[in-house]
């Protein structure tokens, strides 16, 4: 990866956010993945497997999937969590969001770069 040239956010204001969701499979997580990183909602996505353990229609679950960690600016979630509703297969899908507080400024600069 090459350095990236050190940018601010449009509004000046944004900052990095993690944001997690969780689903069934390896192909689909691959496929939202590519899509995100595609549409420059994230600027990474990673991919790990991880055994959920969580009630459903009154049914204890336990169930192996796969989780999503999204590296980007806070300012693009209201985006983010209507492309992933629309895309997930999920009934509920899990969208957890969460703002930053620090980040290396090399590493802030390349995800603004990446996403918009």
């Known amino acids: 990866m090459s350095k990236p040239t050190k940018r601010s956010s449009k509004s000046g204001q ?23 990183v595609e549409e420059k909602l994230a600027a990474c996505v990673q991919i790990s497997q991880i055994t959920s353990h969580y009630m459903w229609q ?10 999503l960690r999204l590296k980007t600016r806070a300012s693009l979630w209201p985006k983010i969590e209507i492309f992933i509703q629309q895309a997930h297969p999920y009934d509920v899908p899990q969208l957890i969001f969460y ?15 990446e996403t918009q």
Do not use: C, M, N
Not at 14 to 24: M, R, S
Not at 58 to 67: C, D, F, P, W
């Open 99 to 113: 703002k930053l507080s620090g980040a290396s400024a090399d590493y802030q600069a390349w995800v603004f770069e």
């Open 14 to 36: 944004d900052h990095l956010a993690i944001i997690e969701t969780t689903i069934g499979s390896p192909e689909e997580a691959r496929r939202l993945a590519r899509a995100l």
């Open 58 to 67: 009154e049914r204890e679950q336990e169930e192996t999937e796969y989780r």
